[in-house]
């Protein structure tokens, strides 16, 4: 059953009454290519669509219902038989290409979910992810099998207007990328919710976005996660510092990893069994580990991560991860946010340039953009080798963030 459907609570009640009942559930989110239904319906051996868009068609599956209202109540009564494990798929969230479909099942998504302490106070989710991504996926699970509350976005609602209602809503726990996190901070709306739970995960936490968070809600617990599709949840940490504590590595509960030829790679129950679809692209190595594809760099008993094996820029044969300089550009008091991308060179192949958004409209005390610009590239030279530093900086009004939360990068 291949669920397609545009508002995040009928895709709950869909995944709710679904599971135990047939034998393969595919999460199809509403930001994914159209084109890509057929092929997804294909790989998955898709006998149905279950949707609330009525001219949504595949050559491959039929459509068993229209959520969400002439069918929910038929639909109530799927889940009184006998149950199946039922095979859980994700799409992952390339930007480009087509999408790989993951094979989860509920027990390797819920593995790092504890029972809830009820002696605890009262809790409240939220989430900036959507649900049929893995990160929001992970919140919506957590909050059905403890009875926790859980309060969702809605289509085409705003960052604002979505803190509001959740502020209204009384949230305590809520979880996003840095990139969601950087759009509250900017956002009007942000004193609208005071968390006791603040959680990043998705994108590297860069130091300087921690303590944003913890400045703006001076009474929540800010964390960051690893976490992926494929490796599943792997750990958080709590000490307020980016990267991850050496002694995490061989030493977290129900999960094992080790650094190999640069990137983490994960061995858990947690993680993914098999890609459907593409039968010569293997998940998992002969020893059962993800290669999770993140470059982890070692100092002074801590790692860091640098960013994405495929995401480096070539300057002149050296390698520059475009998330080491961003984290370096977000440092400065007047960067909301950044992003750092290629620019081809005839020379060394490629260059660094950076797209910046200011958190003012203007730069503060009527400094100008010229100057801001200086003090921009200054703060990179001290703190980069010199192929790493930009040879631009552009200010622009907004980044584009995709739908799974992060920012979306793309070669010029």
Sequence with gaps: MLVATIGQLDAAEALIQL?????????????????????VARSAEADWIVTDHPGLESSHCRIECILPHRERRRNQNLAQGQKIETEWILLTSGTTGLPKLVKHTLASLTGAIAPRDQSSEPIVWSTLYDIRRYGGLQIFLRAAL??????????RESTADFLSRAGGRGITHISGTPS????????????????????????????AILNQLQSQYPEARIAHAFASTEAGVVLEVNDGAMGIPAAAIGHTPFVEMKVEDGTLRVRSSRTASAYLGQDDLLLRDAEGFVDTGDVLTLQEGRYYFAGRRDGTINVGGLKVHPEEVEAVINRHPEVGMSLVRTRKSSITGALVVADVVLKRPEPNEGTGYQTLQQDILKLCRQELAHYKVPIGINFVSTLAVAETGKLIRRHA
């Design 146 to 155: 403890t009875g926790t509350p859980l309060v969702l976005s809605g289509a």
């Design 180 to 207: 969601q996190w950087r759009r509250v901070l900017m956002s009007p709306s942000v004193d609208k919710i005071a968390p006791a739970y603040v959680r990043l995960s998705g994108e590297i936490a860069e130091q």
């Design 19 to 39: 599971d135990g009942v047939v034998r393969r559930m595919v999460l199809y989110p509403p930001d994914l290519a159209r084109e890509h239904l057929d092929y």
